[in-house]
Structure formats: C-alpha cells, structure tokens
C-alpha cells in the first residue's frame, strides 16, 4: 500500500480536473481491478520459481533471452519514470517546506532528495515496509485532516461531470497511481513463511490505496476547484493556509521518499538478479541515469507519469500476461497463487493495453 501510494496520488487532482470525475471513478475501480490481478500474476511467478528474479529474469527463464531484452527495457524504462517523478514532486515539496527559512531552488532541493535517498538505497526491506506502515498510517490521517479542515470550502460548483475531448486524460496517470508491481518480490519474501497471507495482503495494499486516492482526489478538487495546478498541495495552501498543509507536505514527502526508495531497489534488484551486475554499477544505473534525465530538462510531470503508465506499464502488464501462461505449463515449484487466466481474457487485457499506448504515444506526438 505504502508503494502504490506515491507520487501519482499529487498528480491526479490536476487530470481530473480537465476530464471530470465520471472519469475518476470509471477509471479509479476498473484501473485498480486490473492491477490487483496483475499483481497476483507477478506473485505467482515469484513463487512459482526458485531463484529471485525480475521481470526481465522470469522471461530469459521461460521465454528466451531475446525477449528478456525487451522486457529489460520495459521495466527500465517504467522504473526511470517513478524515479524522476519523485525527484520532481519531491523537490517541490521540499522546496516549499525549506526555501521559506534557507532559501534555494527547486533545482537544489531535488538534488538534495536524490543525494539522501541514493545513500540510504541498501536499507533493510523489512526496516523500510515498517515505515512504510508508519508513514502510510500518517498519510490517512492527515488526508482526513484536509477533508475535516476544508469540509466548509467545498462547493458542488467546483465538480463537472466528464469532458468528452479529455476523455482518455485519465488512463495513463491513474494506471501509473494505482500500480505496486514493484514491492511484489518484497511482499512475498517478507510473507515467505505466511504464504497463504499474500494474496490478501496485495487485495488490501491495491483496494485501500484505491480508495484513498478516489477520496483524496475529491476533497482537493471540491476545495480547489478550476484554479488546481500540477502542484496540488501548493493550490491547497493558497486556500488552507494553515499548519494542514505544512503536515501533508511533511508525511507526503516522506511517502514519497519510502516509495522512492522501493522502486530504486527494485531498478537495482533488475540489474543484479537478471544480470549479474555488482552491486555498485548496479545502485550507480539505478539512481544517476534518472536524476540525468531531470538534469537535462524531463520536468513535466504529467508527461512523466502518463507516458510511465500508458506505455512502459501497459507493455508491462502484456508482458506478464503471455509470461504467465508459460509458467503454468511448467512451473518450478506449486504456487499458492494460482490465478485463473484464459486465452480470452489476455486477449482483452493486451487489447485495452495497446489501445492505452497508442493513445498515450499519439497525446505525445500532438
């Protein structure tokens, strides 16, 4: 839960805001459906084999080598979209939380971010899902305290139904927002020894983190209205101007740190289990190429997480789809996740999927 809630909660009051909140909730339940069912794939292929692995792994294993190539490049490139989405929300908030007293660009502070979170990359899984657990707590409680505080600023007037022409707006964003992908290994090392527990853990991190979001997304548009920026929390304290705001960039930045930290031990995991890096060059490709695309100037976040979520997440997710169905021909141990997918339903799935990417690539484009 603690993984899914990140960066994309701040993004998604803006896209609603031009595509309505019929969108929200379409997208929202059908959205957060299919990822929980591609987060139990990705499970059982965790515990159908015997070795760790990441995506690229598993398909070397029971595809072939070429086609772990691509699917390397997928998951890099989905992973170098989290990364410096943190690095651009991130040095938002601590720009706002810091410049105030010290001064400083937002250039700084995301280099600031970037530096404290490569040193602490090796951190302890277990350390990191208690803060996780922590910090997530704090989250709900201070996303209550904005509702409780705002409840008197909102107006009906500030929601529109759907706009036709931003339609699809939607799909990359909260594709990428209610995705989780990256902590499955995670959940089923530290479930290791309480195996029948993971199938429930990965439906309540997916659903709860869903539902806040939705929640989430409604306050902030019915306190703020049309006048909602990329930069939520700032449109927030032009009209909460209180201590609120000052707790939720707080614990938003520190949920977004933990977050961060997840997808790069993952992005490391890739290039250590799937390639046999050492673990310097392989924390070095992990961080510093991100943080070069934010040097150079990939700094528009909406671009950032749409095109993260449409394209490298719906390449992900056919990827896994036809992995899957390998791996129940021959797997290497008896899962205690065994989903039900038939040729019908991956059809569907790597349907919806391409048509997200075509979109997203023609949006791009234009």
Avoid at 46 to 75: C, Q
Wanted: glycine share 10%; proline share 3%.
């Amino acid at each position: 839960m603690g993984t899914v809630i990140g960066v994309g909660l701040f993004a998604l009051p803006f896209v609603i805001n031009q595509a309505g909140i019929m969108p929200l909730f379409i997208y929202m339940i059908g959205l957060a459906i299919i990822q929980y069912f591609l987060h139990l794939l990705f499970a059982e292929a965790v515990l159908s084999t015997n070795d760790k692995h990441r995506l690229p792994g598993f398909v070397e294993k029971y595809i072939n080598k070429r086609s772990k190539k691509f699917a390397f490049l997928v998951e890099v490139i989905g992973a170098y979209g989290s990364i410096l989405a943190y690095l651009i929300v991130g040095g938002l908030f601590l720009h706002q939380l810091i410049n105030p007293y010290l001064g400083g660009s937002i250039f700084l502070y995301s280099t600031i971010l970037f530096a404290f979170v490569s040193l602490i990359a090796f951190f302890d899984i277990k350390m990191i899902a208690g803060v996780e657990l922590i910090l997530t707590a704090f989250l709900v409680v201070v996303i209550g305290l904005i509702a409780w505080r705002g409840f008197g600023h909102i107006q009906l007037a500030n929601y529109h139904l759907v706009d036709w022409r931003s339609i699809f707006l939607p799909y990359g964003p909260i594709f990428f927002a209610v995705s989780g992908g990256a902590a499955i290994p995670e959940v089923c090392r530290l479930l290791s020894f309480e195996k029948d527990k993971i199938k429930s853990a990965i439906g309540w991190g997916t659903f709860l983190a869903a539902g806040l979001m939705l929640f989430f997304v409604l306050v902030v548009l019915g306190i703020v209205g049309a006048e909602i920026s990329p930069d939520t929390l700032a449109s927030l304290g032009l009209i909460l101007n209180d201590g609120v705001i000052t707790l939720a960039l707080i614990f938003g930045l520190l949920a977004i740190i933990t977050s961060y930290i997840v997808i790069a031990q993952a992005t490391e995991e890739i290039f250590e289990w799937d390639f046999k890096l050492n673990n310097k060059l392989a924390w070095f490709l992990a961080g510093f190429v991100p943080y070069f695309l934010y040097l150079i100037g990939w700094t528009d976040l909406i671009r950032v997480i749409s095109f993260s979520g449409a394209v490298a997440g719906g390449l992900s997710g056919l990827i896994l789809i036809w992995l899957i169905l390998k791996i129940k021909v021959k797997p290497e141990k008896v899962s205690v996740i065994n989903n039900k997918l038939t040729k019908p339903l991956a059809y569907f799935l790597s349907l919806l999927f391409i048509l997200g990417m075509i979109y997203e690539i023609w949006a791009t484009i234009n």
